[in-house]
């Protein structure tokens, strides 16, 4: 346990500053409004559920820095990835693990790559990987002795997994067809526990869609993520359940394998067994149907995305790691051997050909993988070293099942070895590539203009604009379309380094922010006139002339 505390700290350490312009910014946004406060942001892109929204917003009745608030959650994110330590324990225990070793295994898992790295980001991963294991906890516990508190405690367990997360609706779908298995042997208590939860997911949603609609200038969710599947063939659909499936090979060593193995063969048997049959299916379906990298500009990582399973992969090897130290069975270790190299075979056949080798580079969506991948090759525009990649996931693999022999190494292995590898990617990848060991206490951009200004965000900068929100914190500014709104009684707006309309309107560029492709256009008024005496506009042919720095 003191391992994943300090494991968590050192990863969240340098996150002090939002480096996801969607995510990050919108959940901030989101807690604005919970809060109370008026809304002013009218953020570009798709909205995310306002789980952890609720736990960020009464960070705005202490202060009003939007950077502050940030560092709340990620904070409070932290604190729910050690949280689901506790109820991830006790469903370890109901395959055989003592109290003592169900903990170090919760905390090996909580440590790995796929867990412990989004202390990264703003994301809420966190949360709804302890919503994920506290429907799979409080279901068994129903299955086990069903009466009505048990029903309404995984009905709301179900309802929180909503909230939390978009992609909690595939769990809510699992739960509700794992009840209907339940009616034979507790008609009512399935009933009960399948109402509570739909009623409250029912209630996340609406719940999101009002803050959503109080924050989003234009919310794609719903509408897009059935719509991506046009497009899709059966080569390439196969394709990327073999990218996933893999993925959770090689993040999780093989102990995935195992765990999948005790699932399927005691799925008529057990219902705890039925109800993470049923979450890994449902919650693979929906995340094939939302990567769709069919329909995407290149996107390496859409082939082989682990972020939207990466909650039930880890519930799979928490059963896996319990099972191999228990049990020494010479067939489970060829078996599981034998997957990892018929899966890590089918990606390099299959999937890897299909990756691109240029495009974005998101590992944020791939933790899991992460440090096995090349950014050097990426930069360079050449494929990933794929053989050397699935190598390791069969090396991975063989290596932990032979250790599993000596019951008492692969545990400390696997706790050690992840939480030494989340914190050397991190330091050594994450952290430089985000440029997160640089100060973010520098001045913002709205700290260098006139206070009197108005100002105004032009909607062409897409995604950009919510980074400007975020930095503008509370003062207003508006959002137009500088192509087609007025642009009468705006002092200042915030477009691209090249604006026709702007320049036609006869505006200049304000100096100190003219370094970026972003700049700050000053037009022709009061505040012009006070800029241009103290010699801090430039013409766009000024402009033009200069390189970009940031």
Not at 201 to 230: E, K, N
Request: glycine share 8%; with cysteine.
């Amino acid at each position: 346990m003191a391992i994943a505390i300090l494991t968590y700290i050192l990863v969240a350490w340098n996150a002090r500053y939002p480096v996801v312009a969607l995510d990050e910014i919108v959940m901030v946004g989101n807690s604005r409004v919970l809060a109370g406060l008026p809304a002013t942001w009218h953020l570009i892109g798709a909205g995310f559920m306002p789980g952890l929204a609720v736990l960020m917003a009464p960070a705005w009745w202490l202060t009003d820095d939007p950077v502050t608030v940030y560092r709340m959650g990620i904070g409070a994110s932290a604190v729910m990835g050690l949280l689901a330590i506790w109820p991830l324990s006790r469903i370890a225990i109901r395959f055989g693990a003592s109290r003592n070793l169900s903990v170090i295994v919760a905390s090996l898992v909580a440590v790995a790559p796929a867990r412990s790295l989004f202390g990264d980001f703003l994301f809420a991963e966190h949360l709804y990987f302890l919503m994920t294991v506290c429907v799979i906890l409080s279901g068994a516990r129903l299955a086990e002795r069903p009466d009505v508190a048990r029903a309404l405690v995984f009905g709301v367990a179900v309802g929180g997994a909503v909230l939390a997360h978009g992609r909690g609706a595939g769990l809510a779908l699992a739960g509700g067809i794992w009840c209907l298995t339940l009616l034979r042997r507790a008609r009512w208590h399935a009933v009960i526990a399948a109402s509570t939860a739909l009623v409250l997911s029912f209630g996340a949603f609406l719940m999101y869609r009002w803050v959503t609609s109080l924050v989003i200038q234009d919310d794609p969710r719903v509408s897009s993520t059935f719509g991506q599947t046009a497009g899709a063939t059966i080569h390439s659909v196969v394709a990327v359940l073999i990218g996933q499936t893999w993925y959770s090979v090689l993040a999780w060593a093989g102990t995935s394998i195992v765990g999948a193995m005790w699932v399927a063969r005691h799925l008529r048997a057990s219902p705890l067994a039925r109800l993470i049959g049923l979450a890994v299916v449902a919650s693979l379906a929906l995340s094939i149907v939302q990567s769709a990298p069919w329909s995407e500009t290149p996107r390496f990582d859409l082939w082989f995305y682990g972020r939207y399973n990466d909650n039930l992969w880890a519930v799979l090897a928490t059963l896996g790691v319990v099972i191999i130290v228990r049990l020494r069975w010479p067939l489970v270790s060829v078996l599981t051997v034998a997957v990892a190299a018929a899966t890590s075979g089918l990606m390099l056949w299959v999937t890897a050909p299909l990756v691109g080798a240029t495009g974005r580079w998101a590992e944020m969506h791939v933790l899991g993988v992460a440090p096995w991948l090349s950014i050097d090759d990426f930069l360079e525009g050449r494929p990933q070293p794929w053989v050397s990649i699935t190598a390791w996931t069969v090396g991975l693999t063989f290596v932990t099942v032979v250790t599993a022999w000596w019951r008492g190494l692969v545990v400390p292995m696997l706790l050690i070895g992840g939480a030494a590898l989340s914190l050397w990617y991190d330091t050594l990848h994450i952290d430089i590539i985000l440029a997160r060991t640089q100060s973010a206490d520098a001045v913002t951009p709205f700290e260098q203009l006139p206070d009197s200004a108005q100002v105004a965000f032009d909607s062409a900068l897409q995604q950009q604009v919510n980074m400007l929100y975020f930095q503008a914190g509370s003062r207003p500014v508006s959002l137009l379309d500088v192509g087609s709104d007025s642009l009468h009684g705006y002092d200042i707006i915030f477009s691209r380094r090249v604006s026709p309309a702007l320049e036609s309107a006869g505006g200049e560029v304000f100096a100190p922010l003219s370094q970026g492709v972003t700049v700050a256009w000053v037009l022709p008024g009061t505040v012009f006139e006070e800029l241009e005496r103290s010699g801090n506009l430039l013409t766009a042919q000024e402009v033009a002339g200069n390189p970009i720095t940031d």
